[in-house]
């Protein structure tokens, strides 16, 4: 099979589907590899270091497209590379399609072979690749947030971890997941007033015993989330429901219960976001406020990371980028329903109930593409 990946165009997006080694791993499976110029060079990696492992350096992204059976991107597909998919190609990266009308029609129209990093699950019921971008995500929001939290920035002036006869930040984490942990373990670890909220009891007790007296936990209910929002000075949405819009659980209302400069970390951002009045920004421009509060909503936080978030990456998604190379996607779904759980779109058809329902789509069995 022909692989190729392109350079990231998208606000300040330094990753890059595929690493040099992950390119050495494809080339040693007897595949073509094509790269982009200069694809790597927001990670540190140079075209002869892509030569050198087997790759054929072109000179746009363009000729990738044009050639390779199966583009290996980190970011959704942006309109211009939306235009230059072909029917039965193969499209590897994230799509996050349930907030996004646009992409989803142009996916469909395209009638190549869609699957989405965030939808692919494993046999406990994970979704182990976006399982290592939410680590880095909640983990990077409590760095964006304390820095949104300065005055400088908009914010109240408020050190996360306080200093000897000062008290600490309050940090109201909503979701106990692997971002709400990540984000969680880091706000703790500065010494902040950390509580955790969640729906689920043996989250809040799995939570509850890594935590102890570091973190506090506490069942998300209106009146708990309300109460919570209204005391933080940094608040942190990290909700996710697989495949689908996230739900909005901060309203607009709320925000006027809140402290004059705290701060909203919609890490949900890719989903729609969680906060009502949540919308995408980039690194260019991250922070906007609504109602004397910061909004921090960068869609690809872990982007600001390039290199750490690109080999996280490629540790997750090379072994199923082989076997769709190695037997053809078909069968690689057939051998494995996990990697087929990440069939989104297909021969202009939806395959992933969630975004087929959130945009008035018929719903297709993914199996039936397997037939």
């Known amino acids: 099979m022909i692989v190729g990946t392109v350079r990231e165009i998208k606000?300040?997006?330094?990753?890059?589907?595929?690493?040099?080694?992950?390119?050495?791993e494809l080339s040693a499976h007897?595949?073509?590899?094509?790269?982009?110029?200069?694809?790597?060079?927001?990670?540190?990696?140079?075209?002869?270091?892509?030569?050198?492992a087997g790759a054929e350096v072109l000179d746009d992204a363009a000729s990738v497209f044009a050639r390779a059976d199966m583009i290996v991107k980190v970011k959704e597909p942006q309109p211009a590379e939306r235009a230059m998919l072909r029917p039965g190609q193969?499209?590897?990266?994230?799509?996050?399609?349930?907030?996004?009308?646009?992409?989803?029609?142009?996916?469909?129209?395209?009638?190549?072979?869609?699957i989405a990093y965030e939808t692919v699950t494993d046999a406990g019921g994970g979704l182990p690749l976006l399982k290592p971008m939410s680590q880095v995500a909640g983990r990077m929001s409590i760095q964006a947030?304390?820095?949104?939290?300065?005055?400088?920035?908009g914010g109240r002036g408020v050190l996360l971890g306080?200093?000897?006869?000062v008290l600490?930040?309050?940090?109201?984490?909503?979701?106990?997941?692997?971002?709400?942990?990540?984000?969680?373990?880091?706000?703790?670890?500065l010494g902040a007033d950390v509580t955790i909220l969640d729906r689920s009891p043996e989250v809040l007790e799995r939570l509850g015993t890594y935590f102890e007296a570091r973190a506090k936990t506490r069942f998300s209910n209106k009146a708990n989330l309300e109460q919570s929002v209204a005391e933080a000075d940094l608040v942190i949405g990290a909700v996710l429901i697989p495949g689908a819009a996230a739900p909005k659980l901060v309203s607009r209302a709320m925000l006027a219960t809140m402290q004059r400069g705290a701060v909203l970390v919609d890490v949900a951002i890719d989903q729609g976001g969680c906060f009502e009045t949540s919308h995408p920004t980039t690194h260019s421009a991250p922070t906007f406020v609504v109602d004397g509060v910061v909004h921090y909503c960068v869609a690809n936080m872990p982007g600001a990371v390039a290199r750490t978030s690109t080999y996280a990456l490629n540790n997750?998604?090379?072994?199923?980028?082989?076997?769709?190379?190695?037997?053809?996607?078909r069968d690689a779904m057939r051998r494995d329903p996990h990697l087929l759980a990440g069939l989104n779109v297909w021969?202009?058809?939806?395959?992933?109930?969630?975004?087929?329902?959130?945009?008035?789509?018929?719903?297709?069995?993914?199996?039936?593409a397997l037939a």
């Open 11 to 24: 606000d300040h997006e330094y990753r890059v589907g595929l690493t040099p080694e992950s390119v050495h």
């Open 30 to 52: 007897g595949h073509d590899v094509l790269v982009e110029a200069g694809a790597g060079l927001g990670i540190g990696a140079t075209d002869e270091q892509y030569r050198h």
């Open 90 to 114: 193969i499209l590897y990266t994230y799509l996050h399609l349930a907030p996004d009308p646009e992409q989803t029609a142009a996916l469909v129209a395209s009638g190549a072979v869609c």
């Open 145 to 153: 947030g304390a820095t949104a939290l300065e005055k400088e920035h």
């Open 162 to 165: 306080g200093v000897p006869g």
């Open 168 to 189: 600490p930040a309050k940090v109201v984490v909503i979701g106990g997941g692997v971002v709400g942990f990540n984000a969680a373990q880091m706000a703790a670890g």
């Open 316 to 329: 997750v998604t090379l072994p199923h980028a082989l076997a769709v190379a190695d037997l053809g996607w």
């Open 347 to 368: 021969d202009g058809k939806v395959t992933c109930a969630p975004v087929a329902r959130q945009h008035g789509y018929a719903v297709t069995d993914p199996a039936e």
